[in-house]
Structures are given as structure tokens and as C-alpha cells.
């Protein structure tokens, strides 16, 4: 079965640094375009970076310059860099997929069950 897990996420202070990673794992052939996604109770889950396949990035205004977002297709595996965390990061992180091929055929808006990152003041 294919699936997506994140990692990584925990307690930190404000302006420390944590590394999420998500793995993709089944009989995955391709996978298209991945992403990062954060939702804080109370507010609606918003992007926070995605990753083409051929490497492009783009990032949420609210992390630009801070989170770096990066692919590792060999072990098919996303990453975000989160540095100078805030307060205001404090979320859970989901990872997503636009579209994949298995050997059950295309496989489209798949998510991760998410990691909790908390930031404290």
C-alpha cells in the first residue's frame, strides 16, 4: 500500500531550527509535484512549500527566507528546513502529493497523517 510519513516535528524555542522529512514507501514508479502543508488549531490549513519534480520550489511568505524545502527522488523522500522557527510556525505539518504512479495505476491528492511542530516564546 502506498502511503506518506512525515518526521521530525517537536518542542523547540523560538528561533532554533528542526528538519521534517517525508517518505514515501509502497510500489511508488514516479511521484509529480510534494509539498508541505501546516494547520494551527482554530485556523485552516495553508501551504507552506512545494517541490516540481524537476526541483522548482515556491514558499509561503511567512517562511520565505527561513524553510528550505528539498527532494530526494532516490529515496523518495521531501524535506523542509525550518530555521529561526516562531511561535507563529507552531502547527501540525502534513505532507502531500499531487500525483503518483503504482503499479495500481495513477494515485492522485495523497497526505500524510501530519507532525506536530511547537514553537514556544
Known amino acids: 500500500q502506498v502511503q506518506l510519513v512525515e518526521s521530525g516535528g517537536g518542542l523547540v524555542q523560538a528561533g532554533e531550527s528542526l528538519r521534517l522529512s517525508c517518505v514515501a514507501s509502497?510500489?511508488?514508479?514516479?511521484?509529480?509535484?510534494m509539498g508541505w502543508f501546516r494547520q494551527a488549531p482554530g485556523k485552516q490549513r495553508e501551504l507552506v512549500a512545494t517541490i516540481a519534480s524537476d526541483g522548482y520550489t515556491n514558499y509561503a511568505d511567512s517562511v520565505k527566507g527561513r524553510f528550505t524545502i528539498s527532494r530526494d527522488n532516490g529515496k523518495k523522500t521531501i524535506y523542509l528546513e525550518m530555521n529561526s522557527l516562531k511561535p507563529e510556525d507552531t502547527a501540525v505539518y502534513y505532507c502531500?502529493?499531487?500525483?503518483?504512479?503504482?503499479?495500481?495505476?495513477?494515485?492522485?491528492?495523497?497526505w500524510g497523517r501530519g507532525t506536530q511542530v511547537t514553537v514556544a516564546s
Open positions: 502531500t502529493a499531487d500525483q503518483m504512479t503504482t503499479n495500481r495505476g495513477p494515485l492522485l491528492g495523497t
Open positions: 509502497g510500489p511508488i514508479f514516479t511521484i509529480g509535484d
